[in-house]
């Protein structure tokens, strides 16, 4: 199984970022998926989650109204459209697919069993 994002940098705050994570040994089309995210000496903070077919989404209150989630599954990828960046959006942001039973808003690893690298969002004038 492998999950790997790209499309993170510095931005500056009002900006835009699109997000992509590409998965890979697991069938993805069948399952929920997340991003999360991590900023420096912080817990993992959920910030949005899409179920297997894309008709549902959930938005933490921190990024409603200006985050998208979004999901191709002919191409086994998620994306995260991001808008109106602001400084606090700064911080590793990662595709997660929450354990069975776990949940779909988790902000613990223990509530998922794979995850990316992670890629680095800044926002910074």
């Known amino acids: 199984v492998q999950l790997v994002e790209s499309g993170g940098g510095l931005v500056q705050p009002g900006g835009p970022l699109r997000l992509s994570c590409a998965g890979s040994g697991f069938t993805f089309s069948s399952y929920w998926m997340n991003w999360v995210r991590q900023a420096p000496g912080k817990g993992l903070e959920w910030v949005s989650g899409i179920n297997s077919g894309g008709g549902i989404t959930y938005y933490s209150d921190s990024v409603k109204g200006r985050f998208t989630i979004s999901r191709d599954n002919a191409k086994s990828t998620l994306y995260l459209q991001m808008s109106s960046l602001k400084p606090e959006d700064t911080a590793v942001y990662y595709c997660?697919?929450?354990?069975?039973?776990?949940?779909?808003?988790?902000?613990?690893?223990?509530?998922?069993?794979?995850w990316g690298q992670g890629t680095q969002v800044t926002v910074s004038s």
């Open positions: 997660a697919k929450p354990k069975p039973r776990s949940g779909v808003r988790g902000s613990t690893w223990s509530q998922y069993d794979y």
